[in-house]
């Protein structure tokens, strides 16, 4: 099985820029897509970015064109590269791979 810890998260203003992170160890298959997730409060978990084995990338309308996801199979890690930080942004981000969530790492944007 994968274990997987998020890191990156912090409070940061509207416009600015944050790094995530998502470290997997343990049983890990490289074929299997990885994603990020946030939930902010009072609100349902949402897909946020998906990348595959290959590369292909998907994002949700909400962030497309401000936030890259990437991954380095060689490090086990994914990121998450949030740029034009928004207010609606606010949420805690979790990394899901191999049918497995991490904890997650809040992010706080402020005006």
């Known amino acids: 099985q994968v274990q997987l810890v998020e890191s990156g998260g912090g409070l940061v203003q509207a416009g600015g820029s944050l790094r995530l992170s998502c470290a997997a160890s343990?049983?890990?298959?490289?074929?299997?897509?990885m994603g990020w997730y946030r939930q902010a409060p009072g609100k349902q978990r949402e897909l946020v970015a998906v990348?595959?084995?290959?590369?292909?990338?998907n994002y949700a309308d909400s962030v497309k064109g401000r936030f890259t996801i990437a991954r380095d199979n060689a490090k086990n890690t994914l990121y998450l590269q949030m740029n034009s930080l928004k207010l609606e942004d606010t949420a805690v981000y979790y990394c899901?791979?191999?049918?497995?969530w991490g904890q997650g790492t809040p992010v706080t944007v402020s005006s």
């Open positions: 899901y791979y191999m049918r497995t």
């Open positions: 343990g049983s890990i298959f490289n074929i299997y897509t």
């Open positions: 990348i595959t084995s290959g590369g292909s990338t």
